[in-house]
């Protein structure tokens, strides 16, 4: 196998681009064989996988998934604390050792890398609490025990129920390529106001009034003021990143908490508010900050969004080509 790929280097990328199609529609054909199951929806597993599998990627202490699922029980979690066996697959000890693991594609065995074991377990878990939202909600921080992860899974949820497609890799450039705008690499600067921090963004300089645009699909999580970012918009996107849009001089119409958006769309527009409390504005040129952090499934931190940009701003060109 290593070796064909350094036989093919051409075909990498094509071939790779395949098997990702192959596997988002093994993943949705086994979502909605759950939602018939346990009748929670197919878009709350899409979100529920989706989730762990950003954290999967950015834990190296979590093996990697052997089928098409991410989701990664602990093997303690699945089998049971008590359980002397860890790796037990039979889910009548398994339940008599307080273990979830169980059977869901009903050859008679709870393998916690089976992609249907795996959705059933949790799929069985939160339907025990009901299938509404509200119900899932709860469910889901029974589960996870973090707030986050409830937030970002709803989130993700919500994109893929309103795309009906779980192939949602676009991504866009935070304001128009027509419009009069510069940025370079600053993350990382000091900046004196409010105490010494260091600039977690990268500023993209342009008039009053030019539109911010999202960059990627996801949900609206936070909008309102904040003393350093003034008018601020904080969306979620569905690999779990949290881009923070600040000193916008006004929202757009329709843009709201749990708003879904998608890439390109208009959220708001550039301003110089901020650097004080709510309404301050002017103490600085006009322009849109932009800083993403990556959530790691334990905490959260900034990265510099720069490289992200450059390649957004080349995609967006080329597409228009
Ligand atoms: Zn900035």
């Not at 986050?148 to 676009?170: D, G, H, M, P």
């Amino acid at each position: 196998m290593l070796i064909l790929f350094f036989l093919l280097p051409t075909n990498i990328c094509l071939s790779a681009e395949v098997d990702e199609d192959k596997l988002r529609a093994e993943r949705m054909m086994l979502f909605h064989k759950m939602e018939t199951l346990t009748h929670v929806p197919w878009y709350i597993y899409a979100g529920i996988d989706q989730y762990e599998r950003s954290i999967r990627r950015s834990q190296k202490d979590i093996p990697r998934e052997k089928g098409a699922i991410a989701i990664y029980i602990p093997p303690e979690k699945w089998a049971g604390g008590a359980n002397p066996n860890k790796a037990d697959t039979s889910a009548n000890s398994i339940s008599f050792f307080g273990g979830i693991g169980l059977d869901g594609n009903g050859d008679g065995k709870a393998v916690i890398t089976d992609d249907e074991d795996l959705l059933y377990t949790i799929g069985h878990f939160l339907q025990s609490y009901g299938t509404t939202i509200e119900d899932i909600r709860i469910g889901l921080w029974d589960y996870y025990h973090r707030d986050q992860a409830v937030r970002t899974i709803i989130s993700n949820s919500a994109v893929y129920r309103t795309f009906e497609t779980l192939k949602l890799e676009k991504h866009a450039f935070p304001v128009p390529l027509h419009a009069n705008y510069s940025y370079r690499s600053t993350w990382g600067d000091r900046r004196g106001w409010g105490g010494l921090r260091i600039h977690e963004g990268t500023d993209i300089f342009a008039s009053y009034g030019v539109a911010v645009k999202s960059t990627s699909y996801g949900t609206v999580e936070t909008k309102g003021w904040n003393r350093y970012g003034g008018w601020r918009i904080g969306i979620r996107d569905i690999q779990g990143n949290y881009h923070y849009y600040a000193h916008l001089n006004g929202f757009e119409k329709g843009i709201e908490k749990d708003s879904v958006v998608q890439p390109g769309q208009v959220i708001g527009y550039v301003g110089s508010s901020g650097y004080g409390p709510k309404g301050t504005a002017g103490k600085f040129p006009p322009h849109l900050h932009y800083g993403i952090y990556k959530d790691n499934g334990r905490t959260e931190w900034s990265y510099d969004p720069y490289p992200s940009l450059r390649l957004w701003e080349r995609q967006e060109r080329s597409r228009k080509k």
